[in-house]
């Protein structure tokens, strides 16, 4: 506190949040360095750089449709999800009604079940109305699971508009439609995407549902599963690296790009 | 106030809300003229609020009607009425800029956009925003926040606006300039102002009338010179201006004056209207401000007796406290500086006066104490039991003054 008097407790602080870093980070960075090494199993001593591994998945031939796959349905489920929790979330924000915490109760609930559970139920369902073992019955089981968080995030969001704006739209001559359209909707823009984002994440990591309901169409974490199952390979880690570096994209794409577009004029000097 | 000829821009017949439990605003009933700025004035809670949100159409009546020139617009739904609501947080939308702010409600039907572009310029320069229309609402300050508030709301050109404590998130200074700001742009525009405050100074400040509310009733409409002078109820005495009450009897009538018996002894006021009858129990009101502090009071002067309790400083002027021979409170306003303030101990018992012409009469609690109006001059203390004990009728302690003729 005093100067001169040398506090060591910053820079403590930073030794412990680099540590943090590292133990977080440290699996991701051996997985990436190993998808390049020829080492057969993942250890010391490097035995040298090669591009075997990215070889071997792509004539695998399995691998790549399935992230095809998940390209297809997590997007898709988000999407889906996004929008029925929207307006999930702007009624439960605007509205009073009998049930109220019976229906969020509803909405949490395949969070809650063990996806065990819910993968059987959904496999033994969709088997009776014909629409199991395809890409579309995944799409629908993981629209199910992703609007909850989607729905949270965007209900996060829109606790903190303040009920004045809508009543001043009103108040401006605004039907109810064009002040959903004009102030809460921009006002739910960075909910929606967070929710959206949360939703496809969700959806492209979940194995357990989509291993039950998929058939010959699988999705990514089905497919690695399968191969895991026959053989331990470093073909996994040049998957791993591929999917990491798209969530990456995705997530860098979306703060250089989207949000400056959002809020360019907030930042903007006078 | 009286201008039967004229249609009343807004009218307002036994308006009531009841929640459950309780009753917000209980049979309000009013009319103001066109280009008139009325000021609601009352404490948190009172229904001022309520009142407001059920005249700009967010909230609905249980009972009552309310027309805006002429036509019943009880029914009407917020967005179809020519009513504009200004929030106490202004209530902006934080994703538009000013520009864009202020025009929302032009550009809701189809519209030209050369028009719309004209009339939110000529608007940002009515209320000073003309530099900032390019401005997020994040980057404004309060005052402009305010300004945009308003423009928003004027710039659709509604029959009435309806401003919710506009200025209480305001700094004292800037509040000063908004309420002469305000003032100028009502008297531009001549557009009825409906104004709601809990300030009496605000109130007082800008409104031609002023209406004063407390649960849910109105206790009195008037000029605010009016309201400050001649208060009608016990709580417009107590909630406006700083207000002497000195309950009593009433022991003698004539065409001129009342005399009340208090526990100051007895008082004389000069008639205002209807008198009351012998025998009834009244509070009289003085203003802090028209009491003096003197050896002797003037010919004709009410006298006081009192002990002095406290005296404070206050720049211009110095408030005096002091107690009354029953242990009531009284406040005395004294424009005087601090070096012609006399030196006086506190406990010191001195006298304090009053003209009959300051002092003003109100009934004493209300209807329910209308009965007691027919006793007997001297009878028992009414049960209903007033803040303060009441005192058994003194029989001048003091000289009698000279205008109280029995």
Redesign the interface.
């Known amino acids: 506190m005093i100067a001169g008097d040398r506090n060591p407790w910053p820079a403590l602080g930073r030794v412990f949040l680099a540590l943090s870093y590292v133990f977080l980070f440290l699996p991701l960075v051996l997985l990436v360095v190993f998808s390049f090494q020829a080492n057969r199993f993942p250890g010391l001593p490097l035995q040298g750089w090669t591009l075997a591994w990215y070889e071997k998945m792509i004539d695998q031939g399995t691998l790549l449709p399935a992230l095809g796959h998940s390209m297809l349905v997590s997007p898709a489920a988000a999407t889906v999800g996004t929008i029925i929790g929207f307006f999930a979330a702007y009624a439960l924000n605007r509205f009073d009604f009998p049930g109220k915490t019976v229906l969020l109760g509803i909405i949490a609930l395949p969070i809650l079940i063990p996806p065990l559970i819910l993968g059987v139920a959904f496999l033994g369902l969709l088997a009776r109305v014909h629409l199991n073992g395809t890409l579309f019955s995944i799409f629908l089981t993981h629209v199910v699971l992703v609007t909850a968080p989607a729905l949270s995030v965007i209900q996060l969001r829109l606790s903190q508009m303040?009920r004045?704006?809508e009543?001043?739209?009103?108040?401006?001559?605004?039907?109810e439609l064009?002040t959903l359209m004009?102030?809460v909707l921009?006002?739910a823009v960075p909910g929606i995407l967070g929710g959206w984002l949360l939703a496809f994440t969700f959806s492209f990591d979940e194995f357990i549902i989509a291993w039950f309901v998929s058939g010959f169409d699988q999705t990514l974490p089905v497919a690695i599963y399968s191969i895991l199952v026959a053989s331990m390979e470093p073909t996994l880690n040049a998957i791993g690296a591929i999917v990491f570096a798209i969530s990456a994209l995705v997530l860098i794409g979306i703060e250089v790009l989207l949000l400056p577009l959002l809020f360019r004029?907030?930042t903007?000097e006078? | 106030m009286t201008e039967a000829s004229d249609q009343p821009d807004l009218e307002l017949l036994s308006v009531t809300k009841r929640f459950k439990g309780f009753t917000a605003v209980d049979e309000v009933s009013l009319k103001v003229r066109r280009g008139e700025f009325v000021a609601i004035m009352g404490p948190s809670g009172c229904g001022k609020t309520t009142l407001l949100r059920i005249l700009?159409?967010?909230e609905t009546m249980t009972t009552g009607q309310l027309r805006i020139r002429g036509r019943d617009v009880s029914d009407v739904p917020?967005?179809?009425?020519s009513?504009?609501?200004v929030?106490q947080?202004y209530?902006?939308?934080?994703?538009l800029?000013v520009f864009e702010n202020i025009a929302?409600?032009l550009t809701?039907?189809p519209h030209d956009k050369a028009v719309v572009s004209g009339r939110v310029k000529a608007m940002a320069d009515l209320v000073g925003m003309r530099d900032f229309l390019d401005?997020?609402i994040?980057?404004l300050s309060g005052g402009q926040k305010q300004r945009v508030a308003l423009a928003?709301?004027l710039v659709?050109e509604p029959e009435i606006l309806l401003l919710d404590e506009p200025l209480s998130a305001l700094d004292a200074h800037l509040r000063l300039r908004m309420q002469g700001e305000l003032r100028r742009i009502q008297q531009a525009l001549g557009v009825t102002f409906i104004y709601v405050t809990h300030n009496q100074i605000e109130a007082f400040s800008m409104a031609d009338r002023v209406v004063v509310m407390n649960a849910g009733r109105i206790e009195q409409v008037d000029t605010p010179e009016r309201i400050y002078t001649f208060p009608k109820t016990h709580f417009v005495a107590r909630f406006v201006g700083a207000n002497n009450l000195f309950e009593g009897r009433v022991s003698a009538v004539d065409e001129r004056h009342t005399a009340v018996a208090c526990g100051h002894g007895t008082v004389t006021v000069t008639n205002r209207g209807a008198t009351p009858a012998v025998g009834e129990t009244v509070t009289v009101v003085v203003q802090a401000d028209r009491m003096r502090r003197a050896a002797a009071g003037g010919p004709g002067e009410n006298t006081v007796p009192v002990t002095l309790k406290g005296r404070e400083f206050a720049g211009s002027q110095n408030i005096y406290l002091f107690d009354g021979l029953d242990g009531t409170e009284i406040k005395l306003v004294a424009q005087e500086s601090m070096g012609s303030a006399a030196v006086m101990a506190v406990n010191a018992s001195m006298t304090v006066h009053f003209s009959p012409e300051d002092a003003s009469i109100i009934g004493y609690a209300g209807p329910a104490a209308a009965p007691a109006a027919d006793a007997p001059a001297q009878a028992p203390a009414a049960v209903s039991a007033p803040p303060v004990q009441a005192p058994p009728p003194v029989q001048a302690p003091t000289p009698e003054p000279a205008g109280a003729a029995p």
Request: zero cysteines; proline letters at 6%.
């Open positions: 303040p004045q704006i009543e001043a739209a009103w108040d401006l001559g605004a039907t064009q004009r102030v921009p006002f004029k907030d903007e006078a | 700009a159409g967010l917020v967005n179809l009425r009513t504009r609501l929030w947080n209530a902006l939308f934080p994703h800029d929302f409600g809701l039907k401005r997020r994040g980057q928003r709301a659709t």
